[in-house]
């Protein structure tokens, strides 16, 4: 079935570790996104790549960083968590900027 | 600062009690409006998309209106199963892709 997987589906992690959340896509969207979602704020965005081997800054970035080496993969890096970055994290990928966004099932992230 | 604000934040209805929710929006350039339907635990997922003042989109029970400076999502007898938070996106114009969400509104339907 075409769309968007993450892994993992949800983790716990001691502060200062390092951590990579995964997201592919079968869509050969040329878009993804990474977004980050918290009671009373909203989907926020954090990094975005319009298509592979370029990457941009969303609205909350620091602490996060991206790569996009492939159209299919779009990898989020926590350097070294903090607490404030527990969250849900959803990546999302489209065909185009002005087209509709489709969102994978999220990743639940707890740093402590 | 661009903006967009749902109203209400939560709505209970009962089954068959037609309602609208809204989403307003102080942007600088709109080149188009997303709605979206997360139900607890999932991700959202695309309902429409909406690009001009006086556009509108029906899908089942959904219906979803555009003017310059909002847009309405009408619910027409909604059933149990509509019961979910939506949400609204406003794509800039700037062409970069960046959607603003609003924080959405929680829709429960009581049978």
């Known amino acids: 079935i075409a769309g968007i997987t993450q892994a993992p589906t949800s983790q716990i992690l001691a502060a200062g570790r390092r951590m990579t959340l995964r997201c592919t896509q079968d869509?050969?969207?040329?878009?993804m996104y990474w977004y980050r979602q918290d009671l009373g704020l909203g989907l926020r965005l954090i990094h975005y790549?319009?298509?592979?081997?370029?990457?941009g800054k969303g609205e909350v970035p620091d602490g996060y960083s991206v790569s996009r080496a492939n159209t299919d993969d779009f990898p989020l890096t926590l350097a070294s968590a903090v607490p404030s970055q527990t969250s849900v994290y959803f990546c999302?990928?489209?065909?185009?900027?002005?087209?509709?966004?489709?969102f994978g099932p999220g990743t639940r992230l707890t740093v402590l | 600062e661009d903006q967009v604000t749902q109203s209400p934040e939560a709505l209970r209805l009962q089954e068959g009690e037609s309602s609208s929710l809204n989403c307003s929006y102080t942007?600088?350039?709109?080149?188009?409006l997303f709605w979206y339907r997360q139900d607890p635990g999932k991700g959202p997922e695309f309902l429409f998309t909406?690009?001009?003042a006086g556009e509108e989109k029906e899908k089942e029970r959904l219906k979803a209106t555009l003017t310059k400076k909002e847009s309405f999502l009408h619910i027409t007898a909604p059933k149990p199963e509509d019961s979910a938070t939506y949400l609204c996106?406003?794509?800039?114009?700037?062409?970069?892709?960046?959607?603003?969400f609003g924080q959405g509104t929680t829709l429960q339907v009581k049978p």
């Open positions: 996106a406003v794509l800039l114009s700037s062409n970069t892709g960046k959607l603003i």
């Open positions: 790549s319009n298509t592979a081997g370029t990457t």
């Open positions: 942007v600088s350039g709109l080149r188009g």
């Open positions: 999302a990928s489209s065909d185009g900027r002005a087209s509709e966004q489709f």
């Open positions: 909406l690009y001009s």
């Open positions: 869509m050969r969207h040329n878009a």
